[in-house]
Nanobody, 122 residues
Framework: QVRLVESGGGLVQAGGSLRLSCAASGLSFSRYIMAWFRQAPGKEREFVASIDWSTSYTYYADSVKGRFTISRDNARHMIFLQMNSLKPEDTAVYYC???????????????WGQGTQVTVSL
């Protein structure tokens, strides 16, 4: 059974930082692309960043490039999203996801965590 469990969300002031974590189990990790998506109220799910588990190749949405960093810990089967210089428009539920092919469309990903809320205040 595949499980993706996020943690690390919370309330932060604009300009602050948060680090999200995702613990993954039940996957053949070397075959998967891991990613973070987010969804704000009334908006579509939005790609944030992805990382190839085997090559560590990373890809970012333009809206977070230079501010967010995705990384992985192979030994612990975890991925992270370091978020710096946070803005109010980063407020959303953040989801850890896994899929066999890389891409920015949420339909390409097979497994989703339950999400963690990130709220950035002025």
């Amino acid at each position: 059974q595949v499980r993706l469990v996020e943690s690390g969300g919370g309330l932060v002031q604009a300009g602050g930082s948060l680090r999200l974590s995702c613990a993954a189990s039940g996957l053949s990790f070397s075959r998967y692309i891991m990613a973070w998506f987010r969804q704000a109220p009334g908006k579509e799910r939005e790609f944030v960043a992805s990382i190839d588990w085997s090559t560590s190749y990373t890809y970012y949405a333009d809206s977070v490039k230079g501010r967010f960093t995705i990384s992985r810990d192979n030994a612990r089967h975890m991925i992270f999203l370091q978020m710096n210089s946070l803005k109010p428009e980063d407020t959303a539920v953040y989801y850890c996801v896994a899929g066999r092919s890389s891409g920015t469309n949420y339909r390409e990903y097979d497994y989703w965590g339950q999400g963690t809320q990130v709220t950035v205040s002025l």
